[in-house]
């Protein structure tokens, strides 16, 4: 470590492919945040407290920037926000100035989404984020071409995470609003996206009044008037509404949405059915709602009967 030491800091440089990192003192005034760091919210008094540490002990970790595109710009953070504004703090309090030297990492040959892509993988590698600043670095991976399997390797996130995930970009303003003011807890935020806004917001009504609390019961207040795709006796290709996905189920649960045209289309179905039966027995019959068997006895092989259709 003492060889290491003498050399000076502007030649120890590691190269991976076309980037460059360079590692060197930058004073804390040429440094400036990320506009698109996934990360929005940040604690006041972890701020605090490691203010308090880098005061006592320095700045343990470099921050990790990159370079900038011309000779007056600052370096933007890829990594390090909170150690960066832990040291402004420390300024504005005047135990810094600005000149204060910064150990940094420099990553040169970045662009944008590059930088973007590094801040949102580091972010959820360190369980930084919260899952719904989580659910929209995800969002912007994708969005600019990154496939699951490779955001998987790169988080550390499973696929299941993944998509529960992204199901809180489907909460409503008042529901990610009782998310992030801890109103109601991950668990029921991910089954009220099952919802549409309006029954979102409907249902939140009923949990702040402690009506329905766990998951399974806003689930259920959602689904329940809802029919299973697996109930349709009719060509689903026919259906020209909307859907509810189920990605909570383990088996991925599909149902529709517009029950009154699901309702149309199955009676359709039925009395179609109704219509073949006829020509193949003495009589068919359609029933809608309950159906009471006792009138009715299944015929000896030898002879012919009728159908009800219910």
């Known amino acids: ?9 502007h030649f120890k440089n590691s190269k991976k492919g076309a980037d460059i990192m360079t590692t060197q003192i930058l004073k804390l005034g040429q440094i400036k945040p990320s506009k698109d760091n996934p990360r929005k919210g940040f604690d006041e008094q972890s701020i605090e407290g490691l203010a308090q ?27 390090g926000e909170r150690r960066f504004r832990a040291l402004n703090l420390l300024l504005e309090r005047g135990d810094i100035d600005a000149d204060f030297p910064v150990n940094v990492e420099i990553k040169e040959g970045l662009s944008e989404d590059d930088i973007l892509r590094m801040a949102t993988v580091e972010n959820v590698q360190r369980e930084n984020l919260s899952p719904l600043e989580e659910a929209q670095a995800i969002a912007t991976l994708i969005k600019d071409g990154e496939k699951l399997d490779v955001i998987e390797s790169q988080t550390g996130l499973t696929t299941s995470t993944i998509r529960r995930r ?4 489907e909460l409503s303003e008042d529901v990610t609003h009782a998310l992030k003011t801890r109103q109601i807890n991950l668990a029921q935020a991910e089954s009220f996206a099952l919802a549409s806004h309006d029954e979102q917001n409907a249902i939140l009504e009923r949990v702040l009044r402690g009506w329905c609390d766990s998951p399974e019961d806003i689930k259920d207040a959602i689904l329940d008037e809802k029919p299973n795709v697996a109930l349709a006796i009719f060509d689903i290709s026919l259906y020209t509404g909307e859907y509810t996905f189920d990605l909570l ?18 009676r359709q179905a039925a009395e179609k059915l109704v219509d073949e039966f006829s020509q193949s027995h003495d009589w068919a019959e359609l029933e809608e709602g309950y159906f009471s068997s006792w ?11 009728g159908v009800i259709v219910n």
């Open 53 to 79: 540490s880098i005061k006592n002990d320095g700045l343990l970790q470099n921050l990790i920037v990159a370079a900038p595109t011309s000779k007056r710009a600052k370096h933007t953070i890829i990594c």
């Open 295 to 305: 009138q009715y006895e299944k015929t000896d092989d030898e002879k012919t009967g």
């Open 1 to 9: 470590s003492g060889f290491d030491d003498a050399i000076p800091h």
């Open 249 to 266: 189920a383990e088996d991925k649960t599909t149902y529709f949405n517009d029950v009154e045209q699901f309702e149309e289309l199955q």
């Open 166 to 169: 992204l199901m809180l970009l």
